[in-house]
């Protein structure tokens, strides 16, 4: 994948749900707090988190663990179902965790070897997203802490979501003229 389209592709997925937050900031609210324990986005993520760490497993070439590839492609699928089945609580700040993960891999592999040192930008995202998967995997309850922050008035929501909004746009731009 080329640097501008992952650019463009991640400021517009980023810039759309700002709007939402600017124009019905109260209902942005309601269903950003529901987000940490809602189970349907925590199969979506979740699955998509446990997909997407299969199909890079399986494009990995690793000579060390050839012979057992096929029982870790069973074993880690097998443990993302289980973890649906017995994980439910914070499953969509758990599937979200693996996702932001696996996002930071694809930024910085997409990044790396860009000449423009405007790749920094998507560096440090990719950088914050790996460490907000890891801190939200350890503790997913902070998520919901900062969620119920974020949207305690509706002044915060309508910044936050401002600031989401031109840092999205911003992302798009850089993938319009400079990647």
Same mark, same amino acid.
């Given at each position: 994948?080329?640097?501008?389209?992952?650019?463009?592709?991640?400021?517009? &997925?980023?810039?759309?749900?700002?709007?939402?937050?600017?124009?019905?900031?109260?209902?942005?609210?309601?269903?950003?707090?529901?987000?940490?324990?809602? &189970?349907?986005?925590?199969?979506?993520?979740?699955?998509?988190?446990?997909?997407?760490?299969?199909?890079?497993?399986?494009?990995?070439?690793?000579?060390?663990?050839?012979?057992?590839?096929?029982?870790?492609?069973?074993?880690?699928?097998?443990?993302?179902?289980?973890?649906?089945?017995?994980?439910?609580?914070?499953?969509?700040?758990?599937?979200?965790?693996?996702?932001?993960?696996?996002?930071?891999?694809?930024?910085?592999?997409?990044?790396?070897?860009?000449?423009?040192?405007?790749?920094?930008?998507?560096?440090?995202?990719?950088?914050?997203?790996?460490?907000?998967?890891?801190?939200?995997?350890?503790?997913?309850?902070?998520?919901?802490?900062?969620?119920?922050?974020?949207?305690?008035?509706?002044?915060?929501?309508?910044?936050?979501?401002?600031?989401?909004?031109?840092?999205?746009?911003?992302?798009?731009?850089?993938?319009?003229?400079?990647?």
């Amino acid at each position: 994948m080329k640097l501008s389209t992952l650019a463009v592709g991640l400021g517009v &997925l980023m810039s759309l749900p700002q709007f939402y937050g600017l124009l019905k900031p109260s209902e942005f609210a309601a269903a950003a707090r529901r987000f940490p324990r809602s &189970l349907p986005w925590g199969y979506a993520l979740m699955g998509l988190g446990t997909v997407w760490f299969l199909w890079n497993l399986n494009a990995e070439s690793i000579s060390d663990f050839a012979a057992y590839k096929q029982w870790m492609l069973v074993g880690f699928g097998t443990l993302g179902v289980l973890t649906c089945v017995f994980v439910q609580d914070f499953l969509a700040v758990r599937g979200l965790s693996v996702v932001l993960l696996l996002l930071g891999k694809l930024m910085l592999d997409t990044a790396r070897w860009h000449d423009s040192q405007w790749r920094l930008v998507i560096a440090t995202w990719a950088y914050a997203m790996i460490f907000a998967g890891m801190w939200f995997t350890v503790s997913p309850w902070r998520l919901r802490d900062a969620i119920h922050w974020a949207t305690a008035n509706e002044k915060r929501v309508k910044a936050g979501s401002a600031f989401r909004l031109a840092f999205g746009l911003f992302v798009v731009v850089l993938g319009l003229t400079v990647f």
